[in-house]
Structure formats: C-alpha cells, structure tokens
C-alpha cells in the first residue's frame, strides 16, 4: 500500500516539475517566477520518502526535461533537483535554515561551476566572456554617439569602466558564489510557505542578529590582507585566488556587520521598518559598505556586541 502511495505521488510530482518546467522554459516573466519552484517537487517527496526514491524521481525528471526542452535544459534541471532533494533531507532531519542554506548553496555552486566548465571545454562558450564583450560593445557605442553629439567622454569614466570590466573577469568566482547563495535562499523562501500548507518540517530561521562567524575567519582575513601587498602578476593563479577570497570575505565581514547593527537596534528597540530601510540605504553606497565591514572586524576580534 505504501509503495503504491509513492509512486503515485512521484507520478503527481514529476507532473508539476514538468508544467512548472514548461513555464520556465517557454513563458516570459511568469517564467521566472516558475523557475523559483522547481525545486519544490524534490524537496516535498524527499522529506516524504527519503533519498533514495528522491533519485530516482530525479532521473525521471532528467528524462522529462530532454523531452520538454533540449539536452542544453538538462543542467537547469539537474540542478534544481539535486538541491531540492539536498534541502528536503535536511528538513527532514529537522536542521537549522542557515545549515540548509549552507549546503544548498554548495549544491548550486557545485552546479555552476560544472556547467560553466563543460560550456567552455565542450561548447566552446564562455557567458562570463560574451557578457563582458557585450558591456563593453555597448559602452563603446554609447561613447561614439557622445562625440557624435559634440560631447567629448571624460577619459576617468572611461578608464573607470575598464577597470571594472578587467575586475569582474578576475572576480567570475566570487560572482559564483554570490549566485549560489541567492539560488539558495530564493530556492527556501519560495518553498517554505508551500510546506507549511502541507505540514511539513520548515525548520527555523535563528534572528539575523544572533549570526556571529568563527573568529578563526579574522585571522584568515589578515593573512589575505598581508598576501595581497605581494605584487603577484595579474591572471596568475595566486592573483585570482587571493582577489577572491579577499572579495568573499569582505562580503561576510559585511554580514558580521550588520547582524551587528540589528543586535544593536534590537537593544535600543529601534522599529524594525527603519533598520531594514537603513540597511537598503546601505546597499547603494559602498563606502558605508565598508565601512560595516570594519565594523565586522571590530565585533569578530572584540566581542563589540557583548559590550552594550
């Protein structure tokens, strides 16, 4: 009887990945939307079933999505998949949010690096590359057309955008990353209101305010800090990887930070609709930026929020 029971509900998921799939594929905008869900029929049959019968669900969606679309739409399916059944599991066994976010960002990356690699040895294409090639098209357009409007470009802005071209090919692994951690946390928030439906485990977020890094990850931080006055040749190895985990843990250090402020306007019971627009201000302006990244620093080596 139970056997019966799951294969009727692989049937009903493997149904709703595939409209779910479909829309993705081939509806604007709605499309977008889908795409956040489609881990959703891993994630509920896992937490059901377990993960042995999740794989075999995932290698009938992997069938369902050549037929739908292509063997280019195989990744997208592949890896939505294996991050839901990775999320479903852990639900299952009741672990922490920031856990799960964790380890399905993990999965993502692994995804994204895989399937970058495979379109750059075996596709011959590099998006990274046609993106930028493509700014950079434009950027050169819009400078023809300023001189022929008898405005001459500022030479700075242009030097500016070079540089920042030069940078974000240097930086393609931070970005990674940063993609894996939306797809991550997207993937959760969209999932969770349905598993509350259902009554399913959801697991729980821990306030913002109560995250704190190792302080292992200072010294790690001032380690790059110091390699980075090497003057290591731009594009060696070492230069890309010292740049990156430099980037990646300027960004946690800013996430240090602010936990930080919301642990200080928790205390001093400031509303939270100010903190979270203080915090949107923030984005916009990367010296402030910076300067909660040092802030970071000074709550990691200091203790700073035990003080108040």
Request: overall charge positive.
């Amino acid at each position: 009887m139970r056997k019966t029971y799951m294969i009727t509900e692989a049937a009903i998921q493997l149904a709703l990945f595939a409209v779910l799939f479909l829309i993705a594929l081939y509806v604007p905008l709605i499309g977008v939307i889908a795409t956040l869900f489609l881990a959703l029929p891993f994630i509920i049959f896992t937490i059901r079933h377990g993960y042995a019968y999740a794989l075999l669900l995932l290698a009938a969606s992997l069938i369902i999505s050549m037929l739908i679309g292509s063997l280019f739409s195989l990744p997208v399916a592949l890896m939505f998949g294996t991050a839901g059944i990775a999320i479903g599991g852990m639900l299952a066994k009741n672990k922490s949010r920031h856990m799960i976010l964790l380890i399905s960002a993990l999965i993502f990356l692994i995804n994204i690096v895989v399937d970058y690699a495979i379109s750059v040895k075996f596709l011959q294409m590099d998006i990274i590359q046609e993106t930028i090639s493509t700014f950079r098209q434009s950027f050169d357009t819009a400078m023809k057309m300023m001189k022929g409007m008898g405005q001459e470009p500022s030479p700075q802005l242009q030097e500016q955008f070079k540089q920042g071209l030069e940078l974000v090919k240097y930086i393609v692994p931070t970005l990674f990353v940063l993609a894996s951690f939306l797809f991550a946390y997207i993937t959760i928030i969209a999932s969770i209101p349905v598993l509350k439906r259902l009554k399913l485990p959801v697991g729980t977020w821990p306030p913002f305010r109560e995250v704190t890094l190792p302080k292992g990850l200072l010294w790690i931080y001032v380690l790059v800090l110091a390699l980075s006055f090497i003057p290591f040749e731009k594009g060696t190895f070492a230069y890309i990887a010292i740049l990156n985990v430099y980037y990646v843990l300027q960004l946690l250090l800013m996430v240090q930070g602010f936990s930080f402020l919301y642990h200080v306007a928790n205390k001093k019971n400031i509303p939270k609709g100010m903190v979270i627009g203080g915090t949107v201000f923030c984005l916009f302006l990367p010296f402030l930026l910076y300067l909660i990244a040092i802030l970071g620093i000074i709550d990691l080596g200091f203790d700073l929020r035990k003080r108040i």
